[in-house]
C-alpha cells in the first residue's frame, strides 16, 4: 500500500479533519524538552477504540510504524516520531469520555485522552479522591501516565500509576481489542496483562481505556515544613513519619538549600521557609523535607498527630526548625515551592536532569558519594537535589557551573555526568529511570544497566506481541 493509499484509508476511518499532514505539527513532532524535532507521515486522532484499531489495523497492513502519544508531556522522548516522515504519530486525546463511575466498588472507567486533572476534579465532585498527582497534570493523559508508569508527589501512600490500575482496554498490534476493564481486586486467572502493558510505553499495544481506583476524601489534610540538619536526618524523619502516621502520610518530598535558593532567586514572590535568604540557616540545614498528613477523622485529630510527630523529631534532632500551614492557602503556597523547583531551574540556565531511584535507607551514603563523584570530576558543578523522598525516587539534576556557557558545557560534559551519576545509582543497587521511563533517550542506558536474563524476556515479549515491530520502534529497547 502506497502513503497516498494509506492516507486516504486513514482518512476513512477516523475523518478527514483528524489525519493531519500539514502545518506546524510541532505540538505532535516534538518532544515536551524541545530536545527532539521529527517529521510524521501524518498525525491521526481516533475519537473511539474502534477507530483506533481500524488505525492500527491498516497500519500494519501497510508496514508503517506507529508512534503512540498522550499529552506529549514524557520527559525520556518516548512519543516523538523520528525524522523519516514515514510513522503515523496515533494522538488519542479524542478518546476522552469517562465510562462509568462506580463509587460502591471506589472506582471509575476512563478512557485514555482523559487529562489527569480533570480525572481529579471529577472524583473530588463525587466525594472521593483520585490520588495521582505530577506536574504536568493539566496536560498530561491518562494513558500516557499508564504506558510510563507515571509517580508523582503521593506514591509514599497510594504507589505509583501501576498500583491505582484495576483494569485495561488495549488495541493490540494486529488491530485486536482486548476487554480487561472488570475491575476486580481479585482475578487470578492467568498471565497479568494488565501489568505488561502498563509501563510499556506503548511498544506493546495502545491502552485505550482504564479502570482506576478512587479512595474516600480524606477529613483533613495538613502540610508541614521541616528544616533537617542532613539527609540521614531526613530518613530518620522519614521513620518517625510512617511509625506516627502510618497510612496517614501522604507526602514526603526532599529540597536541598541550593534548589531552594533558585527558587527564591527566581521567583521572589515565594516565601521560601529557612533559606539563607530569610535566615542563616545553610549550614545548619542543608535540606528541607515538604511532609503532608492526610487524617480520616477531622482536622484536630490530624493536627495533633502531626505536631506530636515534630515534637518527637525536635527531641531526635533529625529538626532543627518547622512550620505547619494553618490554611489551604499556606498549604498550596509550600507545595508551590516545592513543584517550581524544575521552573527555576530551567530559569538559572542549561541544567543535566536525572531521575533516579535507590532505597530510602541507601539515598545518604549514595548522596554523599555522588556529590563528592562529581564535585571532584567537575569543578565548579551545582547540585539540584530534590525528590520523593518518601519513595526512594530523587531528582538529581546537574546545573552548568556559574558562568559557563551552558551549551558547550551540556555539549562536552553531559556524557562524563550521566555516566558519573549512573554507576554511583548502579553501586548502590539502584534504578537509572524512576517515574519518567525509559523512552528513546535512555535505551542505552537499559542496555547497560539491566541484566541480560531480563533484557532477553523483554526481547522476547516485544517479538511475541508485535512481530512487525511496528509499535514505538526504537523506544524501550533499542533498534535491531
Given at each position: 500500500?502506497?502513503?497516498?493509499?494509506?492516507?486516504?484509508?486513514?482518512?476513512?476511518?477516523?475523518?478527514?479533519?483528524?489525519?493531519?499532514?500539514?502545518?506546524?505539527?510541532?505540538?505532535?513532532?516534538?518532544?515536551?524538552?524541545?530536545?527532539?524535532?521529527?517529521?510524521?507521515?501524518?498525525?491521526?486522532?481516533?475519537?473511539?477504540?474502534a477507530e483506533v484499531a481500524g488505525v492500527i489495523k491498516a497500519c500494519a497492513a501497510a508496514g508503517v510504524q506507529i508512534v503512540p502519544q498522550g499529552g506529549n508531556t514524557g520527559l525520556s522522548v518516548g512519543s516523538t516520531p523520528d525524522d523519516s516522515g514515514r510513522q503515523i504519530v496515533l494522538s488519542l486525546t479524542?478518546?476522552?469520555?469517562?465510562?462509568?463511575?462506580?463509587?460502591?466498588?471506589?472506582?471509575?472507567?476512563?478512557?485514555?485522552?482523559?487529562?489527569?486533572?480533570?480525572?481529579?476534579?471529577?472524583?473530588?465532585?463525587?466525594?472521593?479522591?483520585?490520588?495521582?498527582?505530577?506536574?504536568?497534570?493539566?496536560s498530561c493523559t491518562i494513558g500516557g501516565n499508564l504506558g510510563t508508569n507515571a509517580g508523582g508527589t503521593q506514591v509514599v501512600r497510594y504507589g505509583n500509576t501501576r498500583d491505582l490500575c484495576l483494569g485495561l482496554e488495549v488495541v493490540t498490534p494486529q488491530g485486536e481489542i482486548w476487554d480487561g476493564l472488570k475491575g476486580l481486586r481479585k482475578d487470578n486467572t492467568g498471565y497479568d496483562l494488565r501489568d505488561l502493558f502498563i509501563g510499556s510505553e506503548g511498544t506493546l499495544g495502545i491502552i485505550t481505556a482504564a479502570t482506576m481506583k478512587l479512595f474516600p476524601q480524606p477529613a483533613a489534610q495538613l502540610t508541614?515544613?521541616?528544616?533537617?540538619?542532613?539527609?540521614?536526618?531526613?530518613?530518620?524523619?522519614?521513620?518517625?513519619?510512617?511509625?506516627?502516621?502510618?497510612?496517614?502520610?501522604?507526602?514526603?518530598?526532599?529540597?536541598?538549600?541550593?534548589?531552594?535558593?533558585?527558587?527564591?532567586?527566581?521567583?521572589?514572590?515565594?516565601?521560601?521557609?529557612?533559606?539563607?535568604?530569610?535566615?542563616?540557616?545553610?549550614?545548619?540545614?542543608?535540606?528541607?523535607?515538604?511532609?503532608?498528613?492526610?487524617?480520616?477523622?477531622?482536622?484536630?485529630?490530624?493536627?495533633?498527630?502531626?505536631?506530636?510527630?515534630?515534637?518527637?523529631?525536635?527531641?531526635?534532632?533529625?529538626?532543627?526548625?518547622?512550620?505547619?500551614?494553618?490554611?489551604?492557602?499556606?498549604?498550596?503556597?509550600?507545595?508551590?515551592?516545592?513543584?517550581?523547583?524544575?521552573?527555576?531551574?530551567?530559569?538559572?540556565?542549561?541544567?543535566?536532569?536525572?531521575?533516579?531511584?535507590?532505597?530510602?535507607?541507601?539515598?545518604?551514603?549514595?548522596?554523599?558519594?555522588?556529590?563528592?563523584?562529581?564535585?571532584?570530576?567537575?569543578?565548579?558543578?551545582?547540585?539540584?537535589?530534590?525528590?520523593?523522598?518518601?519513595?526512594?525516587?530523587?531528582?538529581?539534576?546537574?546545573?552548568?557551573?556559574?558562568?559557563?556557557?551552558?551549551?558547550?558545557?551540556?555539549?562536552?560534559?553531559?556524557?562524563?555526568?550521566?555516566?558519573?551519576?549512573?554507576?554511583?545509582?548502579?553501586?548502590?543497587?539502584?534504578?537509572?529511570?524512576?517515574?519518567?521511563?525509559?523512552?528513546?533517550?535512555?535505551?542505552?542506558?537499559?542496555?547497560?544497566?539491566?541484566?541480560?536474563?531480563?533484557?532477553?524476556?523483554?526481547?522476547?515479549?516485544?517479538?511475541?506481541?508485535?512481530?512487525?515491530?511496528?509499535?514505538?520502534?526504537?523506544?524501550?529497547?533499542?533498534?535491531?
Amino acid at each position: 500500500m502506497t502513503s497516498t493509499a494509506l492516507l486516504e484509508s486513514l482518512r476513512q476511518i477516523v475523518g478527514a479533519p483528524h489525519v493531519l499532514t500539514d502545518g506546524d505539527l510541532s505540538a505532535y513532532e516534538q518532544d515536551w524538552r524541545k530536545r527532539v524535532h521529527g517529521k510524521s507521515l501524518a498525525v491521526v486522532r481516533p475519537g473511539n477504540t474502534a477507530e483506533v484499531a481500524g488505525v492500527i489495523k491498516a497500519c500494519a497492513a501497510a508496514g508503517v510504524q506507529i508512534v503512540p502519544q498522550g499529552g506529549n508531556t514524557g520527559l525520556s522522548v518516548g512519543s516523538t516520531p523520528d525524522d523519516s516522515g514515514r510513522q503515523i504519530v496515533l494522538s488519542l486525546t479524542r478518546l476522552n469520555a469517562v465510562r462509568h463511575i462506580d463509587k460502591d466498588n471506589l472506582t471509575f472507567t476512563v478512557e485514555a485522552g482523559c487529562i489527569l486533572q480533570n480525572l481529579q476534579e471529577l472524583a473530588d465532585q463525587q466525594g472521593l479522591l483520585f490520588p495521582l498527582s505530577l506536574a504536568a497534570e493539566g496536560s498530561c493523559t491518562i494513558g500516557g501516565n499508564l504506558g510510563t508508569n507515571a509517580g508523582g508527589t503521593q506514591v509514599v501512600r497510594y504507589g505509583n500509576t501501576r498500583d491505582l490500575c484495576l483494569g485495561l482496554e488495549v488495541v493490540t498490534p494486529q488491530g485486536e481489542i482486548w476487554d480487561g476493564l472488570k475491575g476486580l481486586r481479585k482475578d487470578n486467572t492467568g498471565y497479568d496483562l494488565r501489568d505488561l502493558f502498563i509501563g510499556s510505553e506503548g511498544t506493546l499495544g495502545i491502552i485505550t481505556a482504564a479502570t482506576m481506583k478512587l479512595f474516600p476524601q480524606p477529613a483533613a489534610q495538613l502540610t508541614a515544613f521541616a528544616a533537617v540538619p542532613s539527609m540521614e536526618a531526613a530518613v530518620r524523619l522519614l521513620g518517625l513519619a510512617h511509625q506516627h502516621l502510618g497510612a496517614g502520610l501522604t507526602g514526603f518530598e526532599v529540597m536541598g538549600q541550593f534548589a531552594l535558593s533558585l527558587v527564591v532567586k527566581h521567583m521572589p514572590q515565594l516565601r521560601v521557609p529557612f533559606t539563607e535568604k530569610e535566615a542563616d540557616m545553610g549550614d545548619e540545614a542543608p535540606y528541607c523535607v515538604l511532609l503532608e498528613n492526610s487524617d480520616s477523622e477531622s482536622e484536630q485529630h490530624a493536627r495533633l498527630r502531626f505536631e506530636h510527630l515534630l515534637e518527637l523529631a525536635f527531641e531526635d534532632g533529625c529538626v532543627v526548625n518547622a512550620v505547619v500551614a494553618e490554611s489551604l492557602t499556606q498549604a498550596h503556597d509550600l507545595w508551590h515551592i516545592r513543584e517550581s523547583i524544575p521552573l527555576a531551574q530551567a530559569e538559572e540556565g542549561l541544567n543535566i536532569k536525572h531521575d533516579i531511584s535507590v532505597a530510602a535507607s541507601r539515598i545518604p551514603a549514595f548522596v554523599e558519594h555522588a556529590d563528592a563523584v562529581l564535585k571532584r570530576e567537575i569543578p565548579g558543578v551545582r547540585l539540584v537535589n530534590f525528590g520523593h523522598l518518601g519513595d526512594g525516587n530523587l531528582h538529581y539534576n546537574v546545573q552548568v557551573p556559574e558562568g559557563e556557557d551552558g551549551k558547550a558545557f551540556l555539549r562536552d560534559k553531559e556524557a562524563l555526568v550521566n555516566h558519573l551519576v549512573y554507576e554511583a545509582v548502579d553501586a548502590f543497587g539502584g534504578s537509572f529511570s524512576a517515574e519518567h521511563g525509559v523512552g528513546a533517550l535512555k535505551t542505552d542506558k537499559l542496555e547497560k544497566y539491566q541484566s541480560p536474563v531480563a533484557l532477553q524476556m523483554m526481547r522476547a515479549i516485544k517479538n511475541a506481541l508485535d512481530p512487525q515491530g511496528i509499535m514505538n520502534p526504537g523506544v524501550v529497547l533499542a533498534r535491531g
